[in-house]
């Protein structure tokens, strides 16, 4: 399960990024962007995720997944096209090999969305 080594590796992204924080935020949720040819299942990574933060500053974060599409372009044929994941990669036109993928691939933090201190205490007021 690769999803856990990713998990393990998104961790210590956010941790350097919240330790260099003055002052350090309350994070709320990351968004990833995760491509379906990254074979990375997002509930698996969900559950990763939430055991791997238990008692971390990272406990009970949300982790919210936008799905990229495989896309990919058809040189003879001049088209983009989506490839049938695991079944058929090829154009299903012409069956030229799959050579130039447009999206799918992707796998990398969005945003993360938090507060500061002095935010909560206004909210809390």
């Not at 974060?61 to 001049?78: G, K, M, N, R, S």
């Not at 990669?89 to 799959?98: A, E, G, V």
């Amino acid at each position: 399960m690769h999803e856990t080594d990713m998990t393990k590796a998104l961790i210590i992204t956010v941790k350097d990024w919240y330790r260099s924080q003055i002052p350090q935020p309350k994070i709320n949720k990351i968004h990833l962007i995760v491509g379906q040819f990254t074979c990375v299942e997002p509930l698996s990574l969900k559950f990763a995720f939430e055991v791997q933060t238990r008692n971390t500053f990272l406990e009970g974060v949300e982790l919210a997944i936008q799905d990229i599409p495989l896309i990919a372009f058809c040189h003879t044929c001049q088209q983009e096209y989506k490839p049938n994941i695991g079944l058929q990669y090829s154009c299903p036109d012409c069956k030229s090999p799959m050579d130039d993928i447009r999206s799918g691939r992707e796998l990398k933090i969005d945003r993360i969305e938090y507060s500061t201190l002095e935010e909560q205490v206004v909210k809390q007021t």
